[in-house]
Every structure is written in structure tokens, then in C-alpha cells.
């Protein structure tokens, strides 16, 4: 029933419905198993830092760590399903199980963005409002956190209970939103999950960062002591980690923000299928970057993971080398630690 679903009959469609040649599917399924070992590894050892130091255990490393989770979420779950379904042709997991794979990408991806969102609040109120900053308690980063699985979760089901609805893409192998049927309903879903989960979280992040960067360059002309510029080059190094991961969660999401607006007020029958596959392939890839940016745009995190490799205790590695989110008590930071 699935492959009768694939779209509209094309000359470039092979025996089982798909757009693409088997070896196509095959060269999809070997990037889905590469990319989909060094996530989970990758995520893994992102998890396994915060557990093997305690220290690292804080209100705002849980931002960090439920990231990890997400990705973790997608690349043992979304990327084997699809990499299963390319060698074999087409997609091979049934009706529930397309409704399953394309809920929980969305749910992942939305709780992303969502935790995204929090890590810019929480590096404005940290550097730009440090006396709202300290207020902020565990069961406040836990109420934002909630909030943005909560937000995944309930715009991943709305397709399962029929506001737009989850099927095979052209492809065949992948499930994703049914933007081949654009009807008023995928239309209206479309248009309110781009507004609330990309436009709005882009710009409380836009606004977040802008002040936070006007405080470090007004920070950069004053006469500080050396802790309190030690302070700030810690919070630097945090936001910068910060801005790398939205700008790449950028990239990643907006083929496919894309190819729903094309599919809203164009012709869906006009999409190219290379586009099609592109896309999701595209929103998958976030799994992995994001401890590459840990390491590469933290040198503390850095720090942490070559600790780890060499089997250092927290008790033999000092704290405030290894903290990626180093938050201290002083009136420049919050004081969660």
C-alpha cells in the first residue's frame, strides 16, 4: 500500500515506485550507517563525560545533555529504519511504522530547536542580566527543558491524529511529512510550524546573542581584574560554542523548511527529487556535528574529553579546567554552580 503511495508516476522511477536507482539507494544507505555510528559514538561520549564528572552535573549542562539525547534519539532510531528501507528499495517498515519514524524525527527535531532556544536565553541571562541570572534555579531550567520536549512532542503527534499526515517521501525509503499532498491542512500545519518552531526561536536567539554580543565588546573596553576577564573568556568561549550550534542547526533545517514552503504555495510535482532526499538528509546531519562543536569550539570541553580518554578521576583533574558551561559565583555569571 506504501509504494502506491510514492507520488506521481515518472519515468525515472524504478520497479518499486521510487525516484531512485537501487545504487542510489545503496549510496544513501552507506552515508544513513556512517553518519548514524559516528552520532551515536559521538553523542555517547558527549553523555558519558557529564557522567564520569560530577561537577559537570549542573542546571545548565543539562541543556547540553538533553541535546545529546536528541541526537542519540534520531540516529538510533531514524537512521537504521531508513538505511534498512534504501538497501532494500523502498520502505519496508509499514504504515505504523512510517507514522512512528516521521514522528519521532519531528519530535526530536522540534526539542532541538527548543532546547536551542533555551541555551540562548540562558547565555543572555547569564552575561546580560547576571541579577535575573542568579534567580534562576534547577526547577526553572528543568520547567524550560520540559517546555521544549512538551512543544517536539505535541507537534509531532498532530499528523498522527490528522492535522497534515506522515507518508513515504518520493524517494521511498524515508517517511516525512506529506507535503505531496498540499492540501489546507498540510498547508496550515506547515505555516504554524515553521512560524512557532523556526521564525520565533530564531529571533529570541537573534535577539539573545545581539545583546549578549554588545555586553562583551562593552565588557572588552573596561578595566577588569584578571578573574573577572578569566570569567569572561570562559562565558565567551560558551557563546561561541552557542552561536556555532544555532547557525548549524540553521543550516541543517532550512532545505527542509524549504521544500514545505514549496510544497505550500508551489507545486509539489515540481520539487526535483534530489531536492526531496536532500532535505531530510540535510535535518539528519545535525546528530552528528554537535560534538564536533563541543570539542572544537570549547577548549574546556576539549580538556574534559581527553581527561576522560586517559582515564583521569574528577579528583584528578581540577574543576575549572574541565567545565564546557562554566558558570561561576561571581556578579558576572549566574551562580548555579
Given at each position: 500500500m506504501l509504494r502506491n503511495n510514492l507520488g506521481n508516476s515518472s519515468d525515472s522511477k524504478n520497479e518499486d515506485g521510487s525516484v531512485f536507482s537501487q545504487t542510489e539507494h545503496n549510496i544513501v544507505a552507506t552515508y544513513l550507517i556512517m553518519a548514524g555510528m559516528i552520532s551515536i559514538l559521538s553523542n555517547i561520549i558527549v553523555l558519558g563525560i557529564f557522567i564520569k564528572y560530577k561537577e559537570l552535573r549542573t542546571p545548565t549542562n543539562a541543556i547540553i545533555i538533553n541535546l545529546a539525547v536528541t541526537d542519540i534519539g534520531v540516529s538510533s532510531i531514524g537512521y537504521p529504519m531508513s538505511a534498512a528501507s534504501d538497501l532494500y528499495g523502498s520502505w519496508k517498515f509499514g504504515y505504523a511504522g512510517c507514522q512512528v519514524y516521521a514522528g519521532l524525527n519531528i519530535f526530536f527535531g522540534m526539542a532541538s530547536i527548543g532546547l536551542l532556544t533555551v541555551v540562548a536565553v540562558d547565555r543572555y541571562l547569564t552575561i546580560c542580566l547576571p541579577d535575573i541570572g542568579r534567580r534562576m534555579t534547577t526547577n526553572t531550567y528543568i520547567g524550560m527543558i520540559l517546555g521544549a520536549w512538551?512543544?517536539?512532542?505535541?507537534?509531532?503527534?498532530?499528523?498522527?491524529?490528522?492535522?497534515?499526515?506522515?507518508?513515504?517521501?518520493?524517494?521511498?525509503?524515508?517517511?516525512?511529512?506529506?507535503?505531496?499532498?498540499?492540501?489546507?491542512?498540510?498547508?496550515s500545519y506547515t505555516m504554524t510550524v515553521i512560524a512557532i518552531n523556526f521564525i520565533v526561536p530564531l529571533t529570541v536567539m537573534f535577539y539573545c546573542y545581539y545583546h549578549v554580543t554588545l555586553s562583551i565588546k562593552h565588557h572588552a573596553t573596561s578595566d577588569c581584574t584578571e578573574s573577572l576577564n578569566r570569567e569572561w573568556s570562559d562565558q565567551i568561549d560558551v557563546t561561541k560554542m552557542s552561536v556555532i550550534m544555532i547557525c548549524m542547526f540553521l543550516v541543517a533545517w532550512s532545505p527542509y523548511s524549504i521544500v514545505c514552503l514549496w510544497a505550500s504555495f508551489g507545486d509539489p510535482k515540481k520539487i526535483p527529487s534530489p531536492m526531496a532526499i536532500i532535505a531530510p538528509l540535510f535535518a539528519k546531519s545535525s546528530t552528528f556535528y554537535n560534538p564536533c562543536i563541543y570539542v572544537v569550539a570549547n577548549k574546556k570541553f576539549r580538556r574534559a574529553m581527553l581527561a576522560m580518554f586517559k582515564c583521569q578521576t574528577h579528583q584528578t583533574m581540577p574543576v575549572t579546567s574541565i567545565l564546557p558551561m562554566d558558570v561561576s559565583q561571581n556578579p558576572l555569571a549566574s551562580g548555579r554552580i
Open positions: 512538551i512543544n517536539g512532542l505535541f507537534w509531532a503527534l498532530m499528523p498522527i491524529i490528522g492535522w497534515a499526515s506522515y507518508a513515504p517521501d518520493p524517494t521511498g525509503a524515508t517517511c516525512t511529512i506529506n507535503w505531496r499532498k498540499n492540501d489546507r491542512s498540510f498547508v
